[in-house]
């Protein structure tokens, strides 16, 4: 079974430049994390999306962010325009769908997406 | 999620033991203990997880205090492919499938 996969693995551009980042979920997972790592600090959140609905999108930092799930499939991350603030290391992770009653699931991650912003 | 504190980094030798403390003095009694660990440029895996009882599988041994506020990651023989960043993450069985939330982790670098 195939893990997750992100494209590209390292992106380089320059402050005020668009870039768009994918997340492959591992087949079948209705659950998709986005987390973002920048320079000497923790792994934070940004959203979640069960399907094609953002469940909860309360890490993403600012409107320069948007984050798309077509059909319930592959995600989209983009920055536009990006900052230099916004380099870093970007993870998706994937994880099935128990529905409700309190379950929880072992997320797995995709190796990421190192963003450098010149 | 309650929060937990762990030493920020350890050292061990190849193919000793290694044990990886965690602290969560104020976990409730619906929250689960994870591990986490982030080798180098690679996304977080899995280790482990567990609620009360000690936990053992292919990777780790969870051992778990009695009282929940601490737990241990026991690595029983470390090995160089080891050295990784060690996450102790709770979380709050009632809430579903929520964010992980990271703290700094533990460094551990394995010596041949």
């Known amino acids: 079974e195939a893990g997750v996969t992100q494209f590209p693995s390292h992106s380089v551009i320059e402050k005020g430049q668009t870039v768009t980042l994918r997340c492959d979920p591992i087949?079948?997972?209705?659950?998709l994390y986005w987390y973002r790592r920048v320079m000497g600090k923790e792994i934070k959140f940004l959203l979640h999306?069960?399907?094609?609905?953002?469940?909860?999108e309360s890490g993403m930092p600012n409107n320069r962010f948007l984050a798309e799930r077509t059909g319930g499939t592959y995600s989209t991350l983009k920055v536009q325009p990006a900052e230099l603030e916004d380099s870093g290391v970007y993870f998706c992770?994937?994880?099935?769908?128990?529905?409700?009653?309190?379950?929880?699931?072992?997320?797995?991650f995709g190796p990421g997406t190192r963003l450098l912003v010149l | 999620d309650a929060k937990t504190t762990q030493p920020n980094s350890m050292e061990s030798n190849e193919e000793e033991p290694v044990h990886l403390p965690c602290n969560h003095s104020?976990?409730?009694?619906?929250?689960?203990i994870h591990w986490y660990r982030q080798l180098p440029s690679q996304g977080p895996e899995y280790v482990i997880h567990g609620l009360t009882s000690n936990v053992n599988n292919r990777m780790a041994s969870l051992a778990i205090a009695e009282d929940r506020k601490s737990s241990t990651l026991i690595l029983h023989r470390a090995t160089l492919r080891d050295a990784a960043v060690y996450y102790c993450?709770?979380?709050?069985?009632?809430?579903?499938?929520?964010?992980?939330?990271f703290g700094k982790g533990t460094r551990l670098s394995v010596i041949a």
């Open positions: 993450i709770l979380r709050d069985e009632d809430q579903g499938n929520t964010p992980l939330v």
């Open positions: 087949s079948g997972h209705d659950n």
């Open positions: 992770a994937s994880s099935p769908f128990e529905g409700t009653g309190g379950s929880w699931e072992t997320q797995y």
């Open positions: 104020t976990i409730s009694g619906t929250d689960y």
């Open positions: 999306f069960v399907k094609e609905s953002k469940q909860d």
